[in-house]
């Protein structure tokens, strides 16, 4: 397997709406090339179009640095219900290192997907693996934690990584 290099916003790519993923071999490759990825780079999650590919996939494993991994593959995921009661609290992202923002997220959401090998799944997740699926997703979408800000806040964060990067 392979770490691969994550893209840095503001890259187009990641305002990117993905196109949907196969569970075929290459999918299956990038999926343990973007765990490699994840853990390399200490993260917790990771999207297809942080690595440049534009495809609706994405890895997690919210509990690896408590314990032993857990890794999941999730292809052409879907939220199918998100519960009223919902989560503040900070989140980083690989692709906007060094950055950290108060995002508001539902506390609970039923997702449906594809696995690497072509079943399909449902799952009830809460708490921070809801929180990490619905950023990933939100990068399968073409969106960033900036775009879940306020426009001051967005502002003085997009200020702050812009003056780091240099």
């Keep these: ?57 994405f890895v997690m494993d919210t509990t690896w640095k408590e314990g032993s991994r857990a890794p999941r593959v999730f292809l052409n995921p879907e939220i199918l219900h998100r519960s009223d009661r919902s989560l503040t609290g900070p989140e980083g992202c690989l692709s906007i290192p060094g950055i950290s923002a108060d995002v508001t997220r539902a506390a609970e959401i039923t997702l449906r997907w594809t696995d690497p090998d072509g079943q399909a799944r449902q799952e009830t997740l809460s708490g921070f693996a809801a929180i990490c699926a619905q950023h990933e997703i939100d990068h399968l979408d073409g969106l960033v934690t900036f775009d879940r800000l306020s426009p001051a806040t967005r502002a003085a964060l997009e200020a702050a990584y812009s003056a780091g990067a240099k």
Excluded at 14 to 32: F, G, H, K, M
Excluded at 41 to 55: D, E, F, M, W
């Design 1 to 57: 397997m392979a770490v691969l290099p994550v893209l840095r916003w503001p890259d187009r790519r990641l305002a990117t709406v993905c196109a949907p993923a196969l569970p075929d071999d290459a999918t299956r490759a990038l999926a343990a090339d973007m765990l490699d990825t994840m853990y390399a780079a200490y993260g917790r999650g990771l999207a297809a179009p942080q690595v440049g590919v534009l495809t609706r996939v």
